[in-house]
C-alpha cells in the first residue's frame, strides 16, 4: 500500500501502524462486545424471544411486508424517473413559461421534507375531499415528487455536462430541437448519469421506510407490529433485527449494482486524473443522494 | 394565519426541538465524521477497514431503522433512562456523520496530487501534510457538499416525529387534537421548512464564494 499521503512506513512506522492497528481492533471490538454483553444481559438471545419468528405463518407475513416494501419501491422508482426525465426537459426548455415554473417546481420538492409530504398526501388531503388515499398512495406519491426533482436536477447536470458539439452538431444537420434532445442528448446524459441514477434509487428504497411512520404496512410496520405481542415476550429487538437485516439486504444488493455499473462506465470512459487518496464512490454525491 | 398565530405555543416549541436537533447532531455529526473520514483514508488498513464498514453500513440502512433501534430497542436494555429527543439526537448523528465522512472525502480527493507531493517533499508527516496542506485546500471544495449534507439532515429531523418526539413533524399530531385542519398546519410546517432550507443556500452560496480558490 502506497499513497502519496505517506511514505512507505519504516521499522518504526511500522511498528506504531501495528500499534494503532492493534488499538483500533481492540477498540471496536470492545464496543461490540459491549453491545453483545448487554443483548445477551438483557436475554434478547432467549429463545422465547425469538420462537415467534418460527412460524411458517410469519414467514408469510414478512415476505408479504418485503413485497409492500418493493411494491412501492418499484412503483416510486419508475414514476420518479419519468418524472425526472420531463422536468428535467422542461427545466432546459427555453421558453421561460416553461422552465421558470418548472424550476420553482424541483426547488420546492427538494426543500419540503419528505415525511412531511407524505403526511400531507395523507393527513391532509382527505379532509378535502380526496377519497382514494391509501398509505402506498402517501408513500409513492412523496417519494415521486421528491426523487422526481432530485432526477431532473441529476439528468439535467449529466444534459449540460456533454459538449457543446453534441447538440450543434445536430442542429446544424437539421434536427428539430426535440429531435436532439430525444436522439442525442438524452441517451448519452442517462447513461453517463446511471452510476448516481442507481445510487438515488438506493435512496428511494431506503425512503420507503418513512412508510412506517405513515402507516403503511411495510417491513417496519411489520417489525412493530410482532415486537409488541406480549406473549413472546415483546421481542421488539429480534423483529428489528430481522427486518433491519432485510432491508440492509437489500440497499447493499441495490448499492452494489451500482458500483458495478460505476466500474464499468468508468473502465470504458478510461482512467480519470489521477487524484489524492483512494477513488471516490460517486463524483456527484454528498447531499444530493441523502433521504 | 389563525392556524399559525392560535397554536404558537406548539409552532415554537417544535420547531425549537427541530433546531435543537439539528445544530447538536450536526455538531456531533462533523466530528464523528471527520474522525471517520480521516480513517479511511489513513494508513492503518484496521483503521481503514473500520471506516470503510461503518460508512457502507450506515449508509445502506434506512434513517427510519436507525431511529427504530434506539427509541424502541434502547429502552429494552438495561441502561439509565433516556429521553427521545437524546436518542433521535445519536441517531441522527450517527447517521449523518457517514455522509460527512464521504463529504470530506470526496473533497481530499479534489486536492491535486501534487500538493500533497510538495507536503512530503519537504518531509513533512501524514499528520502535517493532513492538516497544513491537504485539509485547509479540501474544506474549501467541501463547502458545497457539506451544506447539502446540513440541508439533507433539517430535513431528516422530520423522522423523529414517528418516534414520540415533539419537533416540527409532530406539530400535526399535536393539533389534530385541538381541531385544525392538518392540511394547513402542514402547509405552514412545509413552509417554515422551505424558508429554513432558502437560508442554509444562500449561506452555501455565499460562502462558496468568499472560499472559492482559483485553480
Redesign the interface.
Known amino acids: 500500500?502506497s499513497?502519496?499521503?505517506?511514505?512507505v512506513?519504516g521499522p518504526k512506522?511500522i511498528l506504531r501502524?501495528r500499534l494503532?492497528?492493534?488499538l483500533?481492533?481492540v477498540v471496536?471490538l470492545a464496543i461490540l462486545g459491549f453491545i453483545f454483553w448487554?443483548?445477551f444481559?438483557?436475554g434478547?438471545f432467549a429463545a422465547t424471544k425469538w420462537q415467534l419468528f418460527t412460524f411458517p405463518l410469519v414467514h408469510q407475513r414478512i415476505i408479504e411486508a418485503t413485497i409492500a416494501t418493493l411494491t412501492a419501491f418499484g412503483m416510486a422508482a419508475v414514476l420518479s424517473l419519468v418524472l425526472g426525465i420531463v422536468l428535467a426537459i422542461g427545466r432546459l426548455s427555453s421558453r421561460k413559461w416553461i422552465n421558470v415554473p418548472v424550476m420553482l417546481f424541483t426547488e420546492?420538492f427538494r426543500?419540503?421534507?419528505?415525511?412531511?409530504?407524505m403526511?400531507?398526501v395523507y393527513?391532509?388531503?382527505p379532509?378535502?375531499g380526496v377519497t382514494f388515499v391509501t398509505p402506498i398512495v402517501a408513500v409513492v406519491t412523496g417519494l415521486t415528487l421528491y426523487n422526481g426533482s432530485v432526477f431532473a436536477e441529476i439528468f439535467r447536470a449529466g444534459i449540460e455536462s456533454l459538449p457543446k458539439g453534441q447538440g450543434e452538431a445536430g442542429y446544424a444537420i437539421g434536427l428539430t430541437k426535440g429531435q436532439v434532445m430525444r436522439t442525442i442528448l438524452m441517451p448519452q446524459a442517462l447513461r453517463a448519469m446511471l452510476p448516481i441514477t442507481i445510487s438515488q434509487l438506493?435512496v428511494v428504497l431506503?425512503?420507503?421506510?418513512?412508510g412506517?411512520?405513515v402507516t403503511y404496512q411495510e417491513l417496519?410496520y411489520l417489525?412493530?407490529f410482532y415486537?409488541s405481542q406480549l406473549q413472546y415476550g415483546?421481542p421488539?429487538?429480534p423483529s428489528?433485527i430481522v427486518?433491519?437485516s432485510i432491508?440492509?439486504g437489500l440497499?447493499?444488493l441495490l448499492?452494489g449494482v451500482a458500483k458495478i455499473v460505476e466500474i464499468r462506465t468508468r473502465a470504458g470512459v478510461g482512467r480519470r486524473d489521477?487524484?489524492?487518496?483512494?477513488?471516490?464512490?460517486t463524483?456527484f454525491?454528498?447531499?444530493?443522494s441523502?433521504? | 394565519m389563525d392556524t399559525l398565530l392560535n397554536n404558537l405555543d406548539i409552532f415554537v416549541e417544535g420547531f425549537k426541538n427541530t433546531l435543537i436537533l439539528f445544530f447538536s447532531s450536526g455538531a456531533i455529526a462533523l466530528v464523528l465524521g471527520t474522525i471517520i473520514g480521516s480513517m479511511r483514508v489513513s494508513p492503518v488498513p484496521a483503521m481503514r477497514a473500520f471506516g470503510t464498514v461503518y460508512v457502507n453500513l450506515v449508509r445502506n440502512t434506512p434513517l427510519t431503522l436507525i431511529m427504530f433501534f434506539f427509541a424502541f430497542g434502547y429502552p429494552k436494555l438495561g441502561f439509565p433512562k433516556a429521553d427521545y429527543l437524546v436518542l433521535a439526537l445519536i441517531a441522527l448523528s450517527l447517521y449523518t456523520a457517514t455522509y460527512v465522512a464521504e463529504a470530506l472525502r470526496s473533497g481530499v480527493n479534489t486536492v491535486p496530487v501534487g500538493q500533497a507531493e510538495a507536503a512530503r517533499a519537504i518531509g513533512l508527516t501524514f499528520g502535517q501534510s493532513m492538516s497544513l496542506v491537504v485539509l485547509p485546500q479540501a474544506f474549501r471544495a467541501v463547502v458545497p457538499p457539506m451544506m447539502n449534507v446540513f440541508i439533507a439532515l433539517l430535513k431528516n429531523t422530520t423522522v423523529a416525529a414517528g418516534f414520540s418526539v415533539l419537533e416540527a413533524g409532530a406539530i400535526r399530531q399535536y393539533l389534530s387534537e385541538r381541531g385544525e385542519p392538518a392540511i394547513v398546519v402542514l402547509l405552514w410546517v412545509a413552509g417554515i421548512f422551505v424558508a429554513l432550507v432558502a437560508v442554509l443556500s444562500w449561506a452555501q452560496r455565499s460562502l462558496e464564494r468568499k472560499w472559492k480558490v482559483a485553480r
Open positions: 500500500m499513497s502519496v499521503l505517506f511514505d512506513p512506522a501502524h494503532l492497528g492493534v483500533t481492533v471496536v448487554r443483548l444481559a438483557t434478547q420546492l426543500a419540503v421534507p419528505l415525511l412531511i409530504l403526511m400531507i393527513y391532509g388531503l379532509p378535502l438506493v431506503k425512503d420507503t421506510a418513512l412506517f411512520i417496519l417489525a412493530k415486537g415483546s421488539i429487538i428489528a427486518a433491519g432491508y440492509i440497499c447493499l448499492a489521477k487524484k489524492l487518496g483512494t477513488p471516490a464512490p463524483p454525491d454528498g447531499g444530493a441523502i433521504a
